[in-house]
């Protein structure tokens, strides 16, 4: 599977962006899906994550209440709502995707096989 990331952009702190992750080539039904980011300087890190049977409830601790993932398997498109955005989550934005990954380790960047290009997110103070 061939996955797109867009919707990255510039906001002000306290602001909202849509990230969008379009996939090709097959399917996402039957995919775990993810949401990961890196900031300058930093490892690539967690964000959000849905398992195989696109129940999307893994977060990472810094974004809960704050971001939202979801996707439209007939649209083979994931999505990431981020709301109340703060200077710290400007980050180059990644969406993943495997066929294989168990609930358990949705949250490890190492268990997916398929990778998006990244969308740059910048959060002005």
């Known amino acids: 599977v061939q996955l797109q990331a867009s919707g990255g952009g510039l906001v002000q702190a306290g602001g909202s962006l849509r990230l969008s992750c379009a996939a090709s080539?097959?399917?996402?039904?039957?995919?775990?899906t993810g949401w990961f980011r890196q900031a300058p300087g930093k490892e690539r890190e967690f964000v959000a994550a849905?398992?195989?049977?696109?129940?999307?409830?893994v977060y990472a601790d810094s974004v809960k209440s704050r971001f939202t993932i979801s996707r439209d398997n007939a649209k083979n498109t994931v999505y990431l709502q981020m709301n109340s955005l703060k200077p710290e989550d400007t980050a180059v934005y990644y969406c993943?995707?495997?066929?294989?990954?168990?609930?358990?380790?949705?949250?490890?960047?190492?268990?997916?096989?398929?990778w998006g290009q990244g969308t740059l997110v910048t959060v002005s103070s």
């Open positions: 080539a097959r399917t996402i039904r039957g995919y775990a």
């Open positions: 849905c398992n195989r049977n696109s129940i999307c409830t």
């Open positions: 993943a995707a495997d066929n294989s990954i168990i609930q358990s380790q949705l949250w490890n960047a190492v268990q997916y096989d398929h």
